[in-house]
């Protein structure tokens, strides 16, 4: 584990559906010993029904806001923070997120998105109706990085080479957050 005065700070990860937020967030927070948490789970939770249902049943706009709402009531430390990849069209939730942060972007390729997300409407993705997938990529691609302190590139990485990067930079970057 690692120690310092920053220890207490939070990871929050962002990046596109199916960059490995919730899998890569359970283990750096197992070797980083921090509590981990998924935005997207949370928001299942309080409103019992999947993603997708709330999607379809009360429209991409009241996700949204659920989504920015559950963002803005999270107040944990020393944790790692696994967002849902539309985390980023709340200005005011990373806002919040990142005040007491280090915010991790999980960069996968536009390939690489087509080729892991097999159905949109099943794993509950915010894509505006009209909206092509490069469209979303592009928007959230530029959303990710202005929010980022550091960018992880999945090209062709496993799980373990992410989690061990994205730990890297941390300790890097920060000192050991």
């Known amino acids: 584990m690692i120690q310092n005065d920053t220890a ?14 919730s899998t890569v967030g359970v283990i750096l927070a197992r070797i980083m010993g921090k509590d981990f948490i998924d935005s997207d789970i949370i928001i299942q939770k309080k409103q019992e029904s999947t993603l997708s249902e709330i999607i379809e049943s009360k429209g991409i706009n009241a996700f949204l806001e659920y989504e920015e709402r559950t963002l803005l009531n999270i107040d944990v430390s020393d944790t790692v923070i696994a967002t849902g990849g539309s985390a980023v069209y709340s200005e005011a939730a990373m806002k919040h997120l990142s005040d007491d942060g280090v915010v991790i972007y999980l960069k996968i390729s536009q390939e690489d998105l087509k080729k892991r997300l097999k159905s949109i409407k099943e794993r509950g993705v915010v894509i505006r109706p009209g909206e092509s997938l490069e469209e979303m990529y592009a928007v959230r691609s530029e959303l990710y990085e202005k929010y ?4 992880v590139e999945e090209k062709g990485a496993s799980v373990e080479d992410t989690v061990n990067a994205a730990a890297e930079a941390i300790r890097q970057q920060y000192a050991g957050v």
């Open 8 to 21: 207490k700070k939070n990871i929050i990860l962002i990046g596109m559906p199916t960059s490995g937020k």
């Open 148 to 151: 980022a302190d550091i960018i």
